[in-house]
């Protein structure tokens, strides 16, 4: 079945950096574009960073643009996210996402979530 274990969150002072892992398992990992999303408590969950299956495309939210980076290692299974600069508005439990085509329909599935606290 399919799995995403996210890990590498934390507390961290404003102005640090963490980088974030997920480990996937279950599906093709090389074929399907992978996400992360974040949801700060009180706040919809939002779209962080996207990038395609063999990394060549990558987008980001307008929030962290110049400050985090995602990258996959297709043959690790995993994929990556590195938050420098951080700021206090970055605290939030961070998920793990990718849609999958499974059988017959597409299926978002998502990780357990790893909290970032950004605070002094």
């Known amino acids: 079945q399919v799995q995403l274990v996210e890990s590498g969150g934390g507390l961290v002072q404003p102005g640090g950096s963490l980088r974030l892992s997920c480990a996937a398992s279950?599906?093709?990992?090389?074929?399907?574009?992978m996400n992360w999303y974040r949801q700060a408590p009180g706040k919809e969950r939002e779209l962080v960073a996207g990038?395609?299956?063999?990394?060549?495309?990558?987008n980001y939210a307008d929030s962290v643009k110049g400050r985090f980076t995602i990258s996959r290692d297709n043959a690790k299974n995993t994929v990556y996210l590195q938050m420098n600069n951080l700021k206090p508005e970055d605290t939030a439990v961070y998920y793990c996402?990718?849609?999958?085509?499974?059988?017959?329909?597409?299926?978002?599935?998502w990780g357990q979530g790893t909290q970032v606290t950004v605070s002094s």
């Open positions: 996402n990718s849609r999958i085509w499974n059988s017959r329909i597409w299926t978002d599935y």
């Open positions: 279950g599906f093709t990992f090389s074929s399907y574009v």
């Open positions: 990038i395609t299956n063999t990394g060549g495309r990558t």
